[in-house]
């Protein structure tokens, strides 16, 4: 591993986008590869044992492109695959999750919502999370099924999506939450549809910048940061199909930086 090696990101598809956005602001000069695992989408509904070997494969296949650091950039397959992922690869890995310490210390009410895939909602890390930040607080968890298949169409503002966004957040409004927290990396591509849905005041938080932050702190502490002063190159693969992804990415991300490849057949079963 050395500093001008690429950093590598992974999601069950385009969601992680949003992650890598933040990233690519926060270090400007550094390589990325994003790894779309489209075949496999949604991760929310495998089971953990499935997305863990999805982990792997794509773990194995940033090591052959000597990635120096991966970011998982899906709260789903973080709460099912980082703690093995650590366990079994020798390099640094950043994970994300909902950002419920943020969430509570905004809460004026003390009520928050928290929208994610049912699989991050059921999970150990996310009960951890609320028994550790959020004592005294009311968490409504809303599991959001289609949205994620929504994001990955690029369909990030047809009358569909409004109407599903509509029905997530009506039980949070219900419950009267001042704080909304986007727990699927696909969710911020809808932000601007959830800021228009729900009342003013509520506010809307995603962990993007956080997650940017650590991956700048691991970087530091491994004398891992590129000294490069070149704007970074960001590389796109997917499992699914380059001809149908490739376009969404375009949208999502702005281009396709040095193009949406296919991810090598070895990876993709
Ligand atoms: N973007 C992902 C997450 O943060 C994955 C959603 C899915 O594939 O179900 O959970």
């Known amino acids: 591993m050395a500093a001008q090696d690429p950093i590598g990101l992974f999601d069950s598809g385009v969601g992680g986008l949003s992650i890598m956005k933040e990233i690519r602001r926060l270090l400007p000069h550094e390589d990325l590869i994003y790894v779309a695992d489209s075949k496999f989408c949604p991760y929310g509904e495998k089971t953990p044992q499935a997305i863990q070997e999805r982990a792997r494969q794509i773990t194995r296949f940033f090591l052959a492109r000597k990635v120096k650091l991966i970011v998982v950039a899906c709260n789903s397959a973080s709460v099912a695959a980082l703690k093995e992922l650590r366990a079994e690869f020798p390099l640094p890995i950043v994970g994300v999750e909902p950002a419920i310490k943020q969430a509570a210390l905004f809460t004026k009410k003390k009520k928050i919502g928290v929208l994610a895939t049912g699989l991050t909602l059921s999970g150990e890390r996310f009960t951890s999370l609320v028994e550790q930040f959020g004592g005294g607080i009311t968490v409504v968890n809303q599991a959001c099924p289609g949205l994620v298949a929504q994001v990955e169409a690029g369909a990030i503002d047809t009358p569909e999506t409004v109407a599903m966004l509509q029905h997530y957040l009506e039980p949070l409004e219900e419950k009267g939450v001042d704080v909304v927290v986007l727990g699927c990396t696909h969710y911020p591509f809808l932000r601007p ?30 004398m891992l940061l590129t000294s490069s002063q070149q704007m970074g190159r960001e590389w796109f693969y ?32």
Request: proline share 10%.
């Open 238 to 269: 997917t499992s699914g199909d380059p001809s149908v992804v490739g376009p969404v990415i375009e949208r999502l991300w702005g281009h396709r930086g040095e193009g949406v490849r296919p991810l090598p057949a070895a990876f993709s079963t």
């Open 193 to 222: 549809l959830v800021e228009q849905l729900v009342k003013p005041g509520i506010q809307i938080i995603d962990t993007g910048a956080p997650v940017a932050r650590q991956t700048q702190r691991v970087l530091a502490q491994t």
